[in-house]
């Protein structure tokens, strides 16, 4: 499997599309593209044949956007919809059973969603964090032995320090197992308009960044 390109959109731009054999990080405050963008693999993944995996832990597969996309053999998309952090790790752990050279890509989207909602005392988180390295770890195992691009979602929370800057939940555990990070945000000025920063990529200069807006076909160009 080669990596995913969008036919020339500000992300290929920005990313020269998502890598194979690694995990990509999307973060990014709610409707910013994060999921738009894992719709938008599973459709260029069945263009090549391939199936897909959607595991959504937030409800935000939704077969009216692939649509939309022009995606018409929505049974080719294998949909894990978790409820919980116990069925979450269930689902990464089928995952890894069920793989096979017919699958082309894998999204979680989102990883932490189910993750915060369990994390309420400080003995409770450290035990959650440990299986949320333990999901990474799988699907890093999974990207990297069927060589597929792989992508997981991540959500922000205000800096505490009292910057403006949003931070992504997970720390050093996403941290590490990223191999790319891109960070999604509204522009303050024009909330029509998304901004996508290069955070971490193997070879591209980091801190650039493109602008997009959100449309049927999924992430677009800016119209300014």
Same mark, same amino acid.
């Given at each position: 499997?080669?990596?995913?390109?969008?036919?020339?959109?500000?992300?290929?731009?920005?990313?020269?599309?998502?890598?194979?054999?690694?995990?990509?990080?999307?973060?990014?405050?709610?409707?910013?593209?994060?999921?738009?963008?894992?719709?938008?693999?599973?459709?260029?993944?069945?263009?090549?044949?391939?199936?897909?995996?959607?595991?959504?832990?937030?409800?935000?597969?939704?077969?009216?956007?692939?649509?939309?996309?022009?995606?018409?053999?929505?049974?080719?998309? $294998?949909?894990?919809?978790?409820?919980?952090? +116990?069925?979450?790790?269930?689902?990464?752990?089928?995952?890894?059973?069920?793989?096979?050279?017919? $699958?082309?890509?894998?999204?979680?989207?989102?990883?932490?969603?189910?993750?915060?909602?369990?994390?309420?005392?400080?003995?409770?988180?450290?035990?959650?964090?440990?299986?949320?390295?333990?999901?990474?770890?799988?699907?890093?195992?999974? +990207?990297?032995?069927?060589?597929?691009?792989?992508?997981?979602?991540?959500?922000?929370?205000?800096?505490?320090?009292?910057?403006?800057?949003?931070?992504?939940?997970?720390?050093?555990?996403?941290?590490?197992?990223?191999?790319?990070?891109?960070?999604?945000?509204?522009?303050?000025?024009?909330?029509?308009?998304?901004? +996508?920063?290069?955070?971490?990529?193997?070879?591209?200069?980091?801190?650039?960044?493109?602008?997009?807006?959100?449309?049927?076909?999924?992430?677009?160009? +800016?119209?300014?």
């Amino acid at each position: 499997m080669i990596k995913i390109k969008f036919g020339g959109n500000p992300l290929d731009l920005l990313i020269d599309g998502i890598p194979e054999g690694v995990i990509t990080q999307f973060y990014g405050e709610h409707a910013t593209g994060k999921t738009t963008i894992c719709l938008m693999c599973c459709k260029y993944s069945l263009l090549r044949d391939k199936k897909s995996v959607f595991i959504d832990t937030e409800g935000g597969f939704s077969p009216k956007r692939l649509s939309l996309m022009g995606v018409k053999n929505l049974e080719e998309i $294998i949909v894990f919809q978790p409820r919980d952090y +116990a069925t979450q790790q269930q689902s990464v752990a089928k995952l890894e059973k069920i793989m096979s050279t017919r $699958i082309g890509f894998v999204c979680v989207d989102s990883l932490v969603s189910l993750y915060r909602l369990e994390g309420y005392d400080h003995k409770k988180r450290t035990e959650l964090a440990r299986q949320l390295g333990n999901d990474l770890l799988i699907l890093s195992r999974i +990207a990297r032995d069927f060589n597929i691009p792989l992508v997981i979602t991540n959500q922000v929370y205000d800096d505490v320090s009292g910057s403006k800057e949003k931070v992504p939940i997970g720390g050093e555990v996403l941290k590490y197992w990223s191999k790319l990070i891109v960070k999604l945000e509204k522009e303050e000025q024009n909330n029509n308009k998304r901004k +996508a920063t290069l955070l971490r990529h193997p070879y591209k200069k980091e801190g650039e960044s493109v602008y997009y807006d959100i449309g049927d076909p999924g992430i677009i160009d +800016a119209s300014f």
